[in-house]
């Protein structure tokens, strides 16, 4: 058992501070001093929630290693909140005032034992404890403030009583009201919220996990205030009532960090119909290894990734996770040798030490003409949002063959159908072959519920009637799988959260040559060692049970290979 590295009599065990969380971290070797003095941040001056924010979001640590050197320092267990969520009736054993003013919840309970998560470790919890379980011998183990705050959610009433509590309060009620909504949408990691007003009331919708789901209803007589409120917060015009406004919401937690938002409002019949998404948050824990990347394509990916000059694309139609793989590539570029820039169409994400440019067509900042003037600043990597046009496109390409990192996204079905798409579109089949490194496409696909999940033999006589080209990956007759039964976590459907399919293409020097005589030629020249078909990848991964068969091809087309014995 390690003992903590630092006298406890040195950290006031009533708060912890951010100067503590870095001290710690740093003396259980999880982050050098010099990465901490690279940042340049003063953490005497920073509570814990801040610190570890910053440590999170530069991408020194993820928060299960921050989780894993705080509860060594203590030397207890570390219990993990978030994959075994304690049950809500356990969980209120204990009441909310004293779970709230220690910091600690019941995370599970035995015959003989009661195991109490805490961000919060002292002596002076067990006599608390004791008092509650009299008869239980007390096990402590650590959880992050973060995943304590969250499982508080399991006290609160369910949402229409809570905005009815705030509402009888009389003072302060619309901006109360839209806090409440915020942090439940922040709590429940919902990526989107949906103000839809109607005749009699106004529905509050979170899109979770892709999907939206009801979270209640306000009374129509407030909506104005609460339309209004929001106007006032993301600097949008309260006298227009009948033209689409877009603006940016910066909401300062009750965790006290930032949270970025756009907002964007539209008239409908029965009054503005607003949509919030939700942008900052995501980048906690986003690296190219947790994209749900297969280890060849990983590696191709990373081995591309050290270029210093050539273009990278991502492309997939909308809402398939194109953006959320550029940034965790360039997440993973960030270090203090170069220089990365971007221009984005929202900025969707935050990230520490790039230079972010939103686009602005009013201010007559589009993705062309800053791209030029990016150029001219002298970046090493440079993330264009999105090649929508051609003269984009040719600047893309043009900065890639002088000597940059080029990433972007494209909108096209697949990796194998970009070039032709790209030349399609008027650029020079010679400049796209010599700049074009790697082309990545994907899919987002629901992954089987952990909760309800089990294994089944499956017959794969019965997989050929879908995919008759089957037998070149399962040689076997049966073959095992994981399917989720359906389970209260997951509403009865046996699936739950999503993760991507890739399509890894990368262009090799033989390529490039046939490419550059023939752009069209793509599909017919390429080398089965530097490429990966979403399909394959989604068979690896119904393999290993992270989905299953059906997801998969409801998601992905059976590609030709595969599509004959
Ligand atoms: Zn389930």
Redesign the pocket.
């Known amino acids: 058992m390690k003992k903590p590295s630092l006298e406890k009599k040195e950290i006031e065990l009533k708060e912890i501070t951010g100067l503590d969380l870095v001290n710690i971290i740093v003396k259980q070797n999880y982050i050098e001093q010099d990465d901490i003095d690279d940042l340049q941040v003063d953490f005497s001056s920073k509570g814990f929630d801040e610190a570890y924010s910053i440590l999170i979001t530069s991408n020194l640590v993820t928060s299960d290693l921050v989780g894993q050197a705080m509860s060594e320092f203590y030397s207890l267990n570390l219990f993990d909140l978030k994959s075994f969520p304690p049950n809500k009736d356990l969980v209120k054993k204990i009441s909310y005032d004293i779970a709230s003013q220690y910091k600690m919840v019941v995370f599970a309970e035995s015959k003989m034992e009661v195991f109490i998560a805490t961000s919060n470790p002292d002596e002076k919890l067990i006599p608390i404890i004791k008092e509650i379980f009299p008869d239980k011998e007390i096990k402590l183990g650590y959880a992050l403030p973060e995943s304590i705050e969250d499982t508080f959610l399991l006290y609160k009433n369910n949402f229409s009583d809570r905005i009815s509590d705030i509402m009888s309060k009389g003072e302060q009620v619309v901006p109360d009201i839209v806090k409440e909504i915020f942090e439940d949408a922040l709590a429940q990691k919902a990526s989107d919220i949906h103000f839809e007003p109607f005749a009699e009331e106004v529905v509050i919708r979170f899109r979770i996990d892709g999907v939206l789901q009801d979270i209640g209803i306000l009374p129509k007589n407030f909506y104005e205030n609460i339309v209004n409120r929001l106007k006032v917060i993301s600097k949008l015009r309260l006298d227009e009532h009948f033209e689409t406004q877009d603006g940016s919401i910066r909401y300062l937690t009750k965790k006290n960090t930032t949270v970025d938002m756009r907002i964007s409002i539209a008239p409908v019949m029965d009054g503005e119909k607003i949509v919030i998404r939700v942008l900052f948050r995501y980048v906690n824990d986003l690296g190219l290894d947790s994209i749900g990347l297969s280890d060849k394509a990983f590696k191709l990916i990373n081995d591309n990734l050290k270029n210093p000059f050539g273009l990278i694309l991502v492309s997939g139609p909308t809402g398939s996770g194109k953006t959320t793989t550029l940034y965790a590539a360039i997440r993973d570029l960030v270090n203090s040798r170069v220089n990365i820039t971007t221009i984005e169409d929202p900025v969707e994400y935050r990230v520490d030490r790039v230079n972010q440019i939103q686009v602005n067509e009013q201010k007559n900042i589009t993705f062309a003409k800053a791209l030029r003037s990016i150029v001219r600043q002298d970046p090493d990597i440079i993330l264009v949002g999105e090649i929508r046009d051609n003269e984009t496109a040719e600047i893309a390409v043009n900065s890639a063959l002088t000597g940059h990192l080029v990433l972007s996204t494209f909108h096209a079905n697949d990796a194998v159908s970009t070039l032709p798409r790209l030349y399609d579109m008027g650029v020079e089949p010679f400049l796209l072959s010599s700049t074009i490194d790697l082309i990545i496409s994907q899919r987002l696909i629901r992954t089987t519920?952990?909760?309800?999940?089990y294994s089944q033999e499956m017959s794969v006589v019965d997989l050929k009637k879908v995919v008759p080209g089957i037998f070149k990956v399962f040689p076997k007759t049966k073959i095992n799988v994981f399917k989720?039964?359906?389970?209260?976590?997951?509403g009865?459907?046996?699936?739950?959260g999503r993760t991507a399919v890739f399509e890894v293409l990368a262009i090799t020097h033989d390529m490039k040559d046939a490419l550059a005589d023939n752009i069209k030629s793509i599909q017919t020249i390429i080398n089965e060692e530097e490429y990966i078909s979403m399909f394959e990848d989604g068979l690896d991964k119904v393999k290993k049970g992270v989905t299953d068969f059906e997801e998969l091809v409801r998601v992905v087309k059976v590609p030709e290979k595969f599509a004959k014995e």
């Not at 989720?484 to 997951?490: N, Q």
């Open positions: 519920c952990p909760h309800c999940k989720g039964k359906g389970c209260k976590e997951c009865f459907t046996g699936y739950k």
